[in-house]
């Protein structure tokens, strides 16, 4: 159905940089203007994936997040402005994206993600990029991405450090999921979070960009795909080095059950 796109002249200029790419061309723009990426938060990792997959003219951009903008977000959730705090942000980054991108269809979804919403809402876009900041929901994303059948480009965070993975479960061996590595998450409270822990807000710039790119690639079926892999950021030491993650028969998830 891709094929079907024919480029206007303004967007053979917008995307011109694209075009130019033996990789990329007209047919690899058609497949990112015909995709549907679920983002989930609109926060530290959100940011940097919506303003890239935006700016890339990814076709639709699904954002789900039930927060308000905060003036302690601002050193590192860089769609918001600082006109924007008290602003939903979901509407916050519909307004940012509608700037960088007019074309881009933005669908809003001013909720928290949990279980009574999550299968519904995954089933509706083709690859997920997980930016949110607890446990609760990225296992809940892993096991709706892994029953739907979509790809799930997973970030987190510490202050200094960030990992990153993309879960292709469903396509069966070699490919693990997120339980595959961790079953079970951890006692709640035993980890903090951003927001009590502090982050050097560029590491989440830096992570979310690398999600973004991650996503951009399943899109077009570039190059070698994270999945299988776990890529850790050490922001102290400025080392990126990966871990092979093996698919585990016996996770609760995609194991044989
Ligand atoms: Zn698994």
Redesign the pocket.
């Known amino acids: 159905m891709s094929e079907d796109i024919v480029l206007t002249e303004a967007q053979f200029e917008r995307y011109a940089r694209h075009l130019i790419l033996d990789e990329v061309g007209e047919a690899g723009q058609a497949r990112l203007m015909a995709a549907r990426v679920l983002v989930v938060g609109a926060g530290g990792l959100g940011s940097p994936i919506l303003l890239y997959l935006a700016a890339a003219g990814v076709g639709t951009l699904g954002i789900v997040d039930d927060d308000a903008v905060d003036l302690s977000n601002l050193q590192r959730q860089i769609v918001h402005p600082t006109s924007r705090v008290g602003v939903a942000k979901v509407e916050s980054a519909e307004r940012t994206l509608a700037e960088i991108n007019p074309e881009v269809a933005v669908e809003a979804h001013s909720f928290r993600l949990d279980e009574s919403n999550a299968a519904a809402l995954v089933a509706a876009y083709d690859i997920v990029a997980d930016g949110s900041d607890n446990f609760t929901t990225r296992y809940l994303l ?1 096991d709706v991405c ?1 029953r739907a059948g979509k790809p799930l480009v997973a970030a987190a965070l510490s202050p200094f450090e960030g990992q990153l993975s993309t879960f292709k ?1 469903h396509l069966g061996p070699p490919h ?6 961790f079953p079970e998450p951890p006692p709640p409270d035993s980890v903090p979070r951003c927001v009590e822990a502090g982050i050097l807000g560029a590491v989440a710039g830096v992570m979310g960009t690398l999600q973004a790119t991650e996503v951009l690639k399943e899109i077009l079926g570039l190059g070698e795909s994270l999945s299988g892999s776990l890529l850790v950021y050490d922001a102290l030491r400025t080392d990126f080095h990966r871990i092979k993650l093996p ?2 028969p016996a ?5 044989a059950g």
């Open positions: 892993n892994h479960s693990p999921c997120y339980r595959c590595l698919r585990d996770c609760p998830t995609c194991g």
